[in-house]
T-cell receptor, first 116, second 123 residues
Framework: AQTVTQSQPEMSVQEAETVTLSCTYD???????LFWYKQPPSRQMILVIR??????QNATENRFSVNFQKAAKSFSLKISDSQLGDAAMYFC?????????????FGKGMKLTVNP | GAVVSQHPSWVICKSGTSVKIECRSL??????MFWYRQFPKQSLMLMAT?????????EQGVEKDKFLINHASLTLSTLTVTSAHPEDSSFYIC???????????????????FGSGTRLTVV
């Protein structure tokens, strides 16, 4: 079974600085998606960024970028120029593309605090 | 963009009663919706996949008779927690697949939108 591990339960960063959130996963599959979701206090899950496993290029969305290391099964999220609105729980998630299941497997999450 | 509305946002019910949670896709048709459960300070766990016009597919360990799912239309799925007990207290979140976001690799997960969740407390 696939698993997703976020080893850091909490992190903090100063406003305008850069922070990296770590995520590792375990799978025997070769074709899959990886995601970072943000869950602010409102509890709404918001997609931050996604990565397709077959693409070697790291995904980037404005201030958010990932470092995808397929061989190491590592998928870290870098937030540049951190803003107060980035404070939230961040979840790393995996979805296998084979077998027909659309199940998202989530990590336990990491609470990010942004200090002014 | 795609919007998913979940109602109610919170509910308190007595032990032994049933409670229904609704998940609606507001501006798109959702042939498939998903129900997740989130324990305090824990991750989201998929409970079941809800398919319009057919039976839901439940994850291993989820009681079908306790968590009834109905997906009678392309915009509405409901989760009914039957004979609720305090251990059913949790945060329930639905998500829906936006069928419009299709690529040559099939449905793209990017098209999944989440509701804002329902906090269920059973007393």
């Amino acid at each position: 079974a696939q698993t997703v591990t976020q080893s850091q339960p909490e992190m903090s960063v100063q406003e305008a600085e850069t922070v990296t959130l770590s995520c590792t996963y375990d799978t025997s599959e070769s074709d899959y998606y990886l995601f970072w979701y943000k869950q602010p206090p409102s509890r709404q899950m918001i997609l931050v960024i996604r990565q397709e496993a077959y693409k070697q290029q790291n995904a980037t969305e404005n201030r958010f970028s990932v470092n995808f290391q397929k061989a190491a099964k590592s998928f870290s999220l870098k937030i540049s120029d951190s803003q107060l609105g980035d404070a939230a729980m961040y979840f790393c998630a995996y979805r296998n593309l084979q077998g027909g299941s659309e199940k998202l497997v989530f990590g336990k999450g990491m609470k990010l605090t942004v200090n002014p | 963009g795609a919007v998913v509305s979940q109602h109610p946002s919170w509910v308190i019910c007595k032990s032994g009663t049933s409670v229904k949670i609704e998940c609606r896709s507001l501006d798109f048709q959702a042939t498939t919706m998903f129900w997740y459960r989130q324990f305090p300070k824990q991750s989201l766990m998929l409970m079941a996949t809800s398919n319009e016009g057919s039976k839901a597919t439940y994850e291993q360990g989820v009681e079908k008779d306790k968590f009834l799912i109905n997906h009678a239309s392309l915009t509405l799925s409901t989760l009914t927690v039957t004979s609720a007990h305090p251990e059913d207290s949790s945060f329930y979140i639905c998500s829906a697949r936006d069928h419009r976001l299709w690529t040559d690799r099939g449905f793209l997960n990017y098209g999944y939108t989440f509701g804002s969740g329902t906090r269920l407390t059973v007393v």
